[in-house]
C-alpha cells in the first residue's frame, strides 16, 4: 500500500542512492519511493529476475545490480556502479535481511551464522563500502534497517534477534565516527510489515491476527510505511538526527490495544 504524498516536492532530487533486499517488500518500496522523488538507486539483491522486474517497473533512474551483501567485492562493484551511473553515492539503506526460527537450543550453529553474516555483516560491508564514496561528496546518509526485535527480546529468533540488536549498536558506533565527515547513520526498527518474508513457509503456522488486532494502530504495516521514514531519513529533513532509532511498528513497543 502506497501512503499519500504530503505534498513536498521531490526530496531527493539530484541524490544517488544503493538499496539493499530491493527486489521486494521494504527494499522495492524504499526504491521506488526514491525514484518518484528524484533519486537515482542502485537496486541491489540476488534474487535476480525479481529484482529486475522490479527496477523495470520503477523505470528511468532504477538500475539493478546482482549484489550479495555478505561479498565485499560484490559491495565495491556496486558503489562504483552508483558513482559512474549518478555520480556519487550520498544514500545507502541496509535493507536486505533474512530470518531464521528457533529457540537457543534448537537453532544450528550454522543457520545462526546464516543470519548474521547476511544481516549483520552486511550491514557493515555496506557502510564500510560506502563510506570513501560520501566522503567525496562531502557527506551523506546510511540508513540501517534494524526491527522492534533490536529493541526487545523475542522468543524463537534468536539469530534475527541478535543481529537485529547488533546493526542498532553498529549504528551508533558508526553515528559517532562519521559524524565529522558529515555523514548521519540512523536505524529503522519495522515491526510486522506485511512483506515476503513474515509470509514465509518459516511463519506458515503463525496465527498473526490477534497481534494484529492487539496493534495500537489496529492494522498490519506495509512496506511503504517503512519506505516513508527512510526517505524522511535519507533526505535533509533529517539533516540534525543521526545515532537514533525510529520506530515503524504501529505502537507494538508501546502495549496492547485496549
Known sequence: MALADPGLGPRLAGRAAIVTGAA????????????????????????????HRAAQ???AGAVPVHLDVTDE????????????????????????????VGTVAQTPLVEYRRVVEVNQVGCFLGMKAVVAAMRRRGGGSIVNTSSVAGLQGGAGVIAYTASKW?????????????????????????GIIDTPMINGPEFASVDRSAHVASLPAGRIGQPGDVAWMALFLASTESSYCTGSEFVVDG???????R
Not at 169 to 190: K, Q
Not at 251 to 257: L, P
Open 166 to 190: 547488533a546493526v542498532r549498536g553498529m549504528t551508533r558506533a558508526a553515528a559517532v565516527e562519521l559524524g565529522g565527515d558529515g555523514i548521519r547513520v540512523n536505524s529503522i526498527h519495522p
Open 73 to 100: 567485492t560484490a559491495w565495491a562493484g556496486a558503489v562504483a556502479r552508483c558513482e559512474s551511473e549518478f555520480g556519487g553515492v550520498d544514500v545507502l539503506v541496509n535493507n536486505a535481511g533474512v530470518v531464521a
Open 57 to 59: 517497473s520503477i523505470g
Open 24 to 51: 521486494r517488500g521494504q527494499g522495492e518500496a524504499i526504491a521506488r519511493l526514491f525514484v518518484q522523488h528524484g533519486a537515482g538507486v542502485v537496486m541491489g539483491d540476488i534474487l535476480d529476475e525479481e529484482l
Open 251 to 257: 505502537g507494538s513497543t508501546c502495549g496492547a490495544r
